[in-house]
């Protein structure tokens, strides 16, 4: 069993930046397919950034040059640097972790774009 708890999230103005970081409990934090997703009002959730066990990463291409996600295996955490925020961003993030067939969510953290 592995819980997620998100944090970081908040209210920034247009061009600004947000870090978010997803702690999780359990072992083998390290083997698991770690996921960010968003979902903002009346939109289905949609992928963001995943993170795989060798660090390999993938984006959205709305948020490709502008995200960063990362993992630090030793604290058992993974973050997502957001900069040039922008007001279509604003949704709860959530943290996803996926190692089949064992699939683990977040809470959310809502983050807000505007001025």
């Known amino acids: 069993q592995v819980q997620l708890v998100e944090s970081g999230g908040g209210l920034v103005q247009p061009g600004g930046s947000l870090k978010l970081s997803c702690a999780a409990s359990?072992?083998?934090?390290?083997?698991?397919?770690m996921v960010w997703y968003r979902q903002a009002p009346g939109n289905e959730r949609e992928l963001v950034a995943r993170?795989?066990?060798?660090?390999?990463?993938r984006y959205a291409d709305s948020v490709k040059g502008r995200f960063t996600i990362s993992r630090d295996n030793t604290k058992r955490t993974v973050y997502l640097q957001m900069n040039s925020l922008k007001p279509e961003d604003t949704a709860v993030y959530y943290c996803?972790?996926?190692?089949?067939?064992?699939?683990?969510w977040g809470q959310g953290t809502q983050v807000t774009v505007s001025s």
């Open positions: 359990g072992s083998d934090f390290s083997s698991y397919v």
């Open positions: 996803n972790a996926k190692r089949p067939p064992n699939d683990y």
């Open positions: 993170i795989n066990s060798a660090s390999i990463t």
